[in-house]
């Protein structure tokens, strides 16, 4: 998740930084501007997914930056973070559409106390209520559900699967472990699935203790040791079952499972699937951030 820290203090924008840094539940990629200005043009080339603005600024203010990325891009909500303490002109920022307003000085708890809820609710509005488009036949992909009850019968009662809309590779993907299911016996490969790092973590900790400082080197350092990734592909087997291949009627097999660190042409393809031949999803468990699955049919 993409976070934008528009500041005129390079100080306060480390400051920003160090402290978000430092926000557990999920890897946060940050950029900071030092100007409004600055700021909508990394608005439209980065397109972060939330803005942390400072109010007093030279030539515009952070007010000025709200209201235009309120009037242009109003899905991405926008927090203050200013040394301002009226309480009118704080009304007035709230007013306006601003999501939070945290007073300087703050602490590093404080600063992300105040931006879980909105990366909560940007995880909230992945959801959609069906596949966006239905997957054509032939295809060995399984219903959302009925691949949800076969990881909760064979793998852990609290996991949950629900349909996001459908996902672009971006910097937020990497690492990510690639799954390939094939036909048994031609060793014919028919599906291909890609985890991010966080369904990665929250399928191994299905069928294994994995301690949590473990958990968060693998998201905040990149580091998918060999534990996470041999508790990972045990939970992917366990569930293999669910991919059949409708001529033969037989199961597939996870032909194989790694870990990728770099974008490549194979990954930019399967992200590039049609909608007709995909599955984007959502991997919850209760107390671990969301993670996301592409599960595509060849």
């Not at 109010?55 to 515009?60: A, I, L």
């Not at 709200?66 to 704080?90: F, K, N, R, Y």
């Not at 945290?102 to 404080?110: A, R, V, Y």
């Amino acid at each position: 998740m993409k976070v934008l820290i528009v500041d005129d203090s390079h100080a306060t924008c480390e400051i920003i930084r160090r402290g978000l840094q430092q926000f557990g539940y999920r890897k946060l990629f940050l950029s900071c501007a030092s100007s409004v200005d600055e700021a909508l043009k990394l608005v439209s080339d980065w397109q972060p997914n939330i803005i942390l603005t400072d109010w007093h600024m030279p030539d515009k203010t952070g007010i000025e930056l709200l209201q235009s990325v309120v009037e242009e891009s109003p899905e991405i909500p926008v927090g203050m973070v200013s040394t301002v303490d009226d309480e009118e002109q704080i009304s007035y920022a709230k007013s306006l559409g601003c999501a939070f307003f945290l007073p300087k000085p703050f602490s590093d708890e404080q600063l992300c106390e105040a931006i879980k809820p909105l990366v909560l609710e940007l995880e909230a509005q992945e959801f959609i209520s069906e596949q966006e488009v239905p997957l054509k036949e032939g295809l060995a992909l399984p219903k959302t559900d009925a691949l949800e009850r076969l990881m909760q019968k064979n793998i852990s009662e609290n996991l949950t699967l629900k349909p996001i809309r459908s996902q672009v590779l971006d910097e937020g993907k990497l690492p990510c472990v690639m799954v390939v299911y094939a036909e048994r016996g031609s060793q014919k490969v028919r599906v291909i699935g890609v985890l991010d790092v966080y369904a990665a973590c929250v399928l191994a900790s299905s069928v294994k203790i994995i301690p949590t400082e473990e958990a968060q080197r693998a998201i905040h350092m990149n580091q998918i040791n060999d534990d996470i990734m041999s508790a990972c592909k045990e939970a992917l087997s366990k569930t293999a079952y669910a991919f059949v291949d409708n001529q033969s009627k037989m199961s597939l097999f996870v032909r194989s499972c790694k870990c990728v660190h770099s974008i490549h042409p194979k990954l930019e393809m399967i992200y590039k699937y049609p909608l007709d031949s995909r599955m984007d999803l959502s991997c919850e468990r209760e107390g671990m951030a969301q993670g996301k699955m592409l599960i595509v049919g060849v």
